[in-house]
Nanobody
């Protein structure tokens, strides 16, 4: 399963960006899908993930500013990021896990990462 992410870029503090991530391949089901980020010198951390049942987990630092949504028909998730802060600067990685069609084998995939830079 491949994940194609897009939408990163440079924005001023207070601005907005929308990230997109589309999953493709022989997908039987996607159990969870969302975004992580890794800032320079820091560990990768969860930003927002949509899990089975529709629950969305947000990092405390982005609650109220970021919104995760999903288009199931397109196997795509979107991360709307508003009121961006310099500390949101990071490489954002899309992640998905679920099962593929062949023998219903589980999969976990990561996108290539997209850079978000927020200037002060």
């Amino acid at each position: 399963v491949q994940l194609q992410a897009s939408g990163g870029g440079l924005v001023q503090a207070g601005g907005s960006l929308r990230l997109s991530c589309r999953a493709s391949g022989s997908i039987f089901t996607i159990n969870s899908m969302g975004w992580y980020r890794q800032a320079p010198g820091k560990q990768r951390e969860l930003v927002a993930v949509l899990a089975t049942g529709g629950n969305i987990n947000y990092a405390y630092s982005v609650k109220g500013r970021f919104t995760l949504s999903r288009d199931s028909a397109k196997n795509t998730v979107y991360l709307q990021m508003n009121s961006l802060k310099p500390e949101d600067t990071a490489v954002y990685y899309c992640n998905a896990d679920g099962q593929v069609v062949l023998n219903l084998e589980p999969f976990t995939s990561w996108g290539q990462g997209t850079l978000v830079t927020v200037s002060s």
